[in-house]
């Protein structure tokens, strides 16, 4: 029984081992809520913002590629816009609906809307979106 969980505490060290640990807070309802995030490491800019309504914790990579954890007030504001009709979202098991593309630069976008909640990146390349997607998927998993 020991060995097994020694074995897990390694591989959930290694898992995560290329990202770095943050939080996304916020106030909902008169109360303070946080949720954990993975951010993959490498990034040149980190920034926090309580603007109208929006808490926003961002993540600036070099190259120009973007992660971002949200929580927004108001649900009809969208902090990536998609084409509807070329953007069919997938529904996800814990809740909540994932865009996921290209853009015209072979770039890739995401981004995870449950409810409130935001989780998504922008120009990433196609050697770090592994990278990414781990991210946006383990801070859906938060909060399920």
């Not at 590629?65 to 996800?92: C, G, I, R, V």
Request: proline letters at 3%.
């Amino acid at each position: 029984m020991l060995v097994l969980f020694l074995s897990i505490g390694f591989v959930s060290c290694f898992l995560v081992k290329d990202y770095k640990r943050k939080e996304l807070t916020y106030v909902q309802n008169g109360q303070s809520q946080t949720v954990s995030i993975l951010v993959p490491k490498g990034y040149v800019k980190e920034e926090a913002k309580d603007t109208a309504g929006i808490y926003l914790h961002s993540f600036q990579y070099p190259g120009g590629a973007t992660l971002y954890a949200a929580y927004l007030t108001d649900t009809a504001y969208e902090l990536q816009s998609f084409n509807k009709s070329l953007h069919q979202p997938l529904e996800l098991p814990q809740g909540g609906l994932v865009y996921k593309g290209q853009d015209s630069t072979d770039l890739f976008y995401r981004e995870i809307r449950q409810s409130h909640l935001r989780f998504g990146y922008r120009s990433v390349s196609s050697a770090n979106e592994v990278f990414f997607d781990s991210a946006t998927n383990y801070a859906a998993w938060q909060k399920q």
